[in-house]
């Protein structure tokens, strides 16, 4: 079964970080790109930030950039999201998802979605 | 950055009825959108891609059309599985962006 299980979430003060982990099984993890999408209590879906399958791209939505580090393991069938300098407008649950087509030049549609982690800012 | 806007950002329907949904890009994303369903508590689930093009075990009622700026998504006759929130999302550039959502509720 295709599965994304993200991990990390919590409550953390302002200013602080945090790491999630996205672990990723049944399917070829080193063949797709993978993202990271927010969702805000009761609001959208924000796109976070997002890697390709070599690591070779990377890119970051205007509001984390600077503050957000994306990585992967291709060995540990692992995705990483480095979360810096967090603020209340951070709070969120946060998804990681994969790109439906391999090593897609660019972005794609996303077809599978992990449950989210909730990571809470607040003092 | 391409913003994304949608249309009804609410809608109230009854079983059978015909729904559509309208996404506009900010500039021109060629076929490169997505549509997706959320109910809530869960994580969203992909419906359409590439404007037109239905994802696998998706009921034939959903489905996409559009080129450019304007797109649209058909729910042909309404079921009670399809009272969600839908977004579309551009994937012409790097950094996606997703529309702001429309929630289909029971009339």
């Known amino acids: 079964e295709v599965q994304l299980v993200e991990s990390g979430g919590g409550l953390v003060q302002p200013g602080r970080s945090l790491r999630l982990s996205c672990a990723a099984s049944?399917?070829?993890?080193?063949?797709?790109?993978m993202h990271w999408v927010r969702q805000a209590p009761g609001k959208g879906l924000e796109w976070v930030s997002g890697i390709s399958w070599n690591s070779g791209s990377i890119g970051y939505a205007d509001s984390v950039k600077g503050r957000f580090t994306i990585s992967r393991d291709n060995a540990k069938n692992s995705l990483y999201l480095q979360m810096n300098s967090l603020r209340a407008e951070d709070t969120a649950l946060y998804y990681c998802?994969?790109?439906?087509?391999?090593?897609?030049?660019?972005?794609?549609?996303?077809?599978?979605w992990g449950q989210g982690t909730m990571v809470t800012v607040s003092s | 950055d391409i913003q994304m806007t949608q249309s009804p950002s609410t809608l109230s329907a009854s079983v059978g009825d015909r729904v559509t949904i309208t996404c506009r890009a900010s500039?021109?994303?060629?076929?490169?959108l997505a549509w997706y369903q959320q109910k809530p508590g869960k994580a969203p689930k992909l419906l359409i891609y590439?404007?037109?093009s239905l994802e696998s075990g998706v009921p034939s009622r959903f489905s996409g059309s559009g080129s450019g700026t304007e797109f649209t998504l058909t729910i042909s006759s309404l079921q009670p599985d399809d009272f969600a929130t839908y977004y579309c999302q551009q994937y012409n550039t790097e950094e996606s962006t997703f529309g702001p959502g429309t929630k289909v509720d029971i009339k």
């Open positions: 590439k404007a037109s």
């Open positions: 998802a994969k790109d439906k087509i391999i090593a897609v030049a660019g972005s794609d549609a996303f077809d599978i």
């Open positions: 500039q021109s994303i060629s076929s490169w």
């Open positions: 049944g399917f070829t993890f080193d063949d797709y790109a």
